[in-house]
């Protein structure tokens, strides 16, 4: 069906089916078109669609018309798809849409392939290559991308878009210039610089291209205009490119006449102090930073250090942290504010420790002794004697010194004063910590309100305050590095057509985030890979390789999987890595990136590692966390199956006790949601995903805790989705299972029954029996909640046949347990207590705690009903003191439920209170609406009996409404008990 179609974007929305133009209809609709196109795939929610398309001003049936307009899209790409049947193009995902795309259908997709291979080709020595292919891109172009499309996300789109032409056609003009075109260019560069005045690469390329024609009067022209353009438009002068092509021109540098010579920027020769017959004050500081923002503790902190331990020897701060956090920046802007504490001097020295041409020491204490006024003559040959030499020197004196971009303890040493009296400032990316009697400062990013206030400082007060919320989200982008900050509000400030909103986008995309930090001389990007340059290939290589797991960090045993080491040689690699601040280690055992670090890592993790070895990192991984999984599901269903049918390949962790398990599930849970999504993301074939769908039932006891609801419901969808796409039975029956159990949490009963019976159908089918018993008891339970008791027994049976057959009496145990209440609820009590005692009495002698407390709640709720009250309470405050020993939340709360029915029965109705608040309070807190309802009724009808008919009557208005919303059947039987409710009137 999607045979003969395409798409555009970069011009009108637009789309053909065998090269005849569809009708898309109205601009809302080819803008919803727009919104799927460019996410490429990826689900859209209704929401994202509707802020995409309307932004503030959506009207309040914004969600009917995005139904309809979908709805004529599916209708328009397929026209042929019989009624009712399932679309193939615009698909439902989840609560959600996603466009799926033949390959090459969008002619965006194809710019950017062929933007890819002409890189390929100019890094191979194929220029001609090259341009012909970036010739090819350009012309994709049909007009102004996302013409007829309306809303905030085209109107940011096409920014993008149109920024990307741009920069395609300057890498053009680059390339022909180094093939010698450059009489060919001239005419397009001045139609380019008429249309962009601002836009210096380009105006910088006209002057090149003039120059080489002979044309050097044209060539200054068009840096004078360009001057003029820039001051009388945005108060600023050209950039360094400019500025030294211009003056290049200017001195006929011949290198300018070779093709193949990229322009450079001159270096300024570096000139001595003058000698004078006394010592000198040197006062070397970089200048004050104007716009410095925040750290006002740790400034504090600094400069009463530095001020008041003189005392106690040398006061040395050394400061660490990531690239672009700040170092050099506080160093200098402490320094200065220390100047009246160091009247005879500061000296400042630039180490260069990420660079391959560190500074030496003996060159570092040249320049200082230089600086204090010994002639050149005179100054000594060797490292221990110039160090000597510059001891003596600031004995007696008061003089700080900074030591900038150190690479190691080695080099700072013997640039260190001696006396008492003066002080030392060093920066550093490595921790230092071998570097005697030094205070160690390990820098932070800025805190939200620091990075937003640096932003406003940059970009302008007045742009920002307007656009508060937006300004948040882009220094979030950035991750509150101060020089990323700074970056996008320079471009911000040179920008005055762009608004605070616009970046957001342009920052939102992960894969060019890095791209869009920088301006001028200045680059994240640039910046990082100064301190990756510097690491051995063991360590790039855990560099890069732990930068692939989308959690948010990762524990030790999971890093040693991912670099196929053993958790001693792991640990050692990261520990190494922290020191060198390209890794953070947030907590023992636990590592993490900065996330711009990440996009970093990700992107040299492209260029330098094969596709094959990036897969097998993150099947270790998940191997590594069902291993672990599994050992953690199999103590917390001791006696049950699930745990010896998951198909674990690979080592993991082993517990002894539930305790460590449930903490090692709650420990790694983001982790190990990310890595599922991942397998889903990655998965094109089904022994790639089976591994994640066996990892959602081996954290099965993460779900029964409640904490994870979202996050369970999320992942299974995702897992169920690449299932369906690459025809995997057995990760399908697994998502549905563990989906089933969520929608069954939430009391979504009629919608869990369907996907369990999707998946009993899946199990008989394939003889699979991973979940077979279970998902026969979730059967009976669900239709039981829905009151149809004898069916539901019926279900039992099924299950306890299984379990009995294949010699699981961990199931049947579990079976009789349940289906205790189920006689209870036909009237036979006898029966009831009868099963509910076996299963206990079972999981007794197997010894499962967790199945001794699951059965324990259900004869106390048997033997409440029959009135053994006394006896009901002893099994649930059992029960109870076991689910909270292992954080089950969802348990905890239907317990506690239970209880203060017991004790309305009792009319002990201060216990049913507290007990029901209990229960009210953790309902709550993991979002269980169908807990909670059942917490405010059993609250309400204790508060009754205290005589409270006030509070009782909201209470179980609150549990009606909420019942209602749920449809559950309880919503009926608590209206019976309204209507009886006298009417109370307040006085």
């Known amino acids: 069906m999607a045979g003969g179609l395409r798409f555009a974007v970069l011009g009108p929305v637009r789309a053909w089916r065998d090269d005849i133009e569809l009708d898309l209809g109205t601009p809302l609709q080819r803008s919803i078109l727009g919104v799927l196109l460019l996410r490429e795939g990826r689900a859209v929610t209704p929401t994202e669609m509707i802020d995409a398309v309307w932004g503030e001003e959506a009207p309040p049936r914004a969600l009917g018309a995005l139904r309809t307009y979908v709805s004529r899209l599916r209708t328009v790409l397929e026209p042929e798809r019989p009624a009712r049947s399932r679309p193939e193009l615009l698909t439902s995902v989840g609560r ?20 890819h291979e002409a890189e390929a080709a100019r890094r191979s020595g194929q220029p001609k290559d090259a341009a012909e292919k970036l010739g090819t891109a350009i012309d994709l172009f049909e007009g102004e991308p996302l013409a007829g499309a309306v809303g905030p996300y ?54 090149l291209a003039y120059y080489r024609c002979g044309r050097q009067g044209d060539a200054l022209n068009v840096f004078t205009e360009t001057r003029e353009a820039l001051i009388d438009e945005l108060g600023v002068e050209p950039g360094s490119e400019l500025t030294t092509l211009h003056q290049r021109i200017l001195n006929a540098d011949p290198t300018l006449a070779a093709a193949t010579e990229a322009p450079h920027e001159p270096v300024a020769a570096a000139s001595d102090d003058d000698t004078l017959a ?46 672009g956090v700040g170092k050099t920046a506080l160093a200098v802007h402490v320094a200065h504010a220390c100047d009246e504490t160091f009247p005879d001097g500061q000296l400042y020295a630039d180490l260069r420790g990420y660079t391959d041409e560190a500074t030496a020491p003996e060159s570092a204490l040249g320049a200082f002794l230089r600086a204090l006024g010994i002639p050149p003559d005179v100054i000594p040959e060797g490292l221990a004697e ?128 890095l791209d869009e930090l920088r301006v001028g001389n200045l680059a994240v990007e640039a910046t990082f890979a100064l301190g990756y340059g510097q690491l051995s290939p063991n360590q790039a290589r855990a560099f890069r390789l732990l930068a692939l797991p989308n959690g948010p960090d990762i524990s030790i045993g999971a890093a040693a999987a991912v670099l196929s080491l053993s958790t001693h040689e792991a640990e050692n690699l990261l520990e190494s890595l922290v020191d060198v601040s390209l890794l953070e280690a947030p907590a023992p055992s636990r590592y993490r990136f900065h996330d711009l670090l990440k996009l970093f890592a990700r992107r040299v993790l492209d260029k330098a590692e094969r596709p094959q070895a990036r897969t097998m990192a993150l099947r270790r991984l998940l191997g590594f966390y069902l291993a672990s999984a599994q050992s953690a599901h199999r103590l917390a269903y001791e006696g049950s199956g699930i745990a010896d049918n998951l198909m674990v390949v690979g080592s993991g962790l082993s517990f002894n006790a539930i305790e460590g398990a449930l903490a090692w599930l709650i420990a790694e849970g983001d982790a190990l949601f990310g890595a599922i999504n991942q397998a889903a993301d ?77 998946v009993h159908e899946l199990s008989s089918a394939r003889g699979e029996k991973v979940v077979t018993g279970e998902v026969l008891n979730a059967l009976a339970v669900v239709v039981g909640r829905q009151r149809r008791h004898h069916e539901a027994l019926s279900w039992f049976d099924a299950a306890m046949t299984y379990y009995h057959d294949n010699g699981v009496p961990g199931g049947e145990a579990l079976v009789l347990s349940y289906s205790a209440r189920e006689h ?65 939340r969802v348990w905890e709360q239907r317990v506690c439920s239970r209880l203060a029915e017991t004790f309305i029965t009792a009319e002990r109705y201060a216990d049913a209170v507290r007990h029901a608040e209990q229960a009210l309070v953790v309902s709550r807190e993991i979002g269980h609406p169908y807990g909670e309802a059942l917490s405010l009724t059993v609250l309400g009808k204790a508060l009754m009996g205290m005589g409270n008919t006030t509070r009782s009557a909201e209470c179980l208005r609150q549990a009606h409404t909420l019942f209602v919303r749920l449809g559950a059947p309880e919503a009926a039987d608590l209206r019976a008990l309204l209507d009886e409710l006298p009417i109370v009137v307040e006085t």
């Open 278 to 323: 006394d010592l000198p004050k040197p006062a070397q500081l970089p200048a004050a930073v104007s716009d410095f923002t925040g750290r006002r503790e740790i400034v504090g902190r600094l400069r009463t250090y530095l001020s008041t331990g003189q005392s106690e020897g040398v006061p040395i701060a050394a400061i660490c942290g990531i690239g």
């Open 682 to 758: 990655s998965s094109r074939a089904a022994d790639q995903l089976l591994p994640a769908g066996d990892m959602l039932v081996g954290m099965e006891p993460l779900l029964e805790m409640g904490t994870h609801t979202r996050e369970f419901d999320s992942a299974s969808r995702a897992v169920l989705a690449t299932a369906l796409r690459i025809g995997d039975a057995g990760s399908e029956l697994r998502a549905r299972y563990v989906l089933g159990r969520v929608m069954f949490a939430s009391n979504r009963l009629v919608e869990a029954e369907e996907q369990f019976r999707l």
């Open 386 to 513: 110039r160090s000597a030499l510059f001891r003596s020197l600031l004995a007696e004196r008061r003089i700080l010194v900074l030591l900038d971009n150190a690479r190691d303890a080695a080099q700072v040493t013997p640039l260190l004063p001696g006396s008492s009296g003066c002080a030392a400032i060093v920066t550093s990316r490595s921790k230092l910590a071998d570097l005697p009697s030094a205070r160690l400062i390990d820098l932070d990013v800025l805190e939200p309100d620091e990075a937003l206030s640096l932003f406003a400082t940059v970009a302008g007060p007045e742009r920002v305050a307007p656009e508060r919320a937006a300004a948040m989200d882009v220094v979030a982008a950035c991750g509150f590095l101060p020089l990323a900050v700074r970056i996008v509000a320079a471009r911000l400030a040179a920008r005055p057509s762009w608004t605070v909103a616009s970046l957001v986008p342009r920052l939102a995309d992960e894969q060019h985030r």
């Open 154 to 207: 085209a109107d940011h789109q096409r920014d993008r878009l149109i920024e990307c032409r741009l920069t395609t056609i300057e890498t053009l003009m680059d390339i022909d210039l180094e093939l010698g075109n450059h009489a060919a260019v001239v005419s397009d560069l001045i139609a380019l610089t008429a249309d962009h005045p601002l836009r210096e690469r380009l105006r910088a390329q006209l002057m």
């Open 96 to 115: 959600g849409y996603a466009l799926r795309l033949p390959e090459g259908a969008l002619d965006l997709t194809r710019f950017e392939k062929l933007i």
């Open 824 to 888: 209870l609820g036909l009237g036979r009590p006898d029966d009831a207590i009868a099963a509910a005692e076996k299963g206990l009495a079972i999981f007794t002698e197997i010894g499962s705690g967790a199945g001794m407390a699951r059965a324990r709640y259900h004869l106390g709720i048997v033997l409440s009903r029959v009135g053994r009250l006394n006896e009901a309470v002893h099994h649930h405050a059992e029960c109870l003191a076991f689910f909270r020993a292992g954080k089950q």
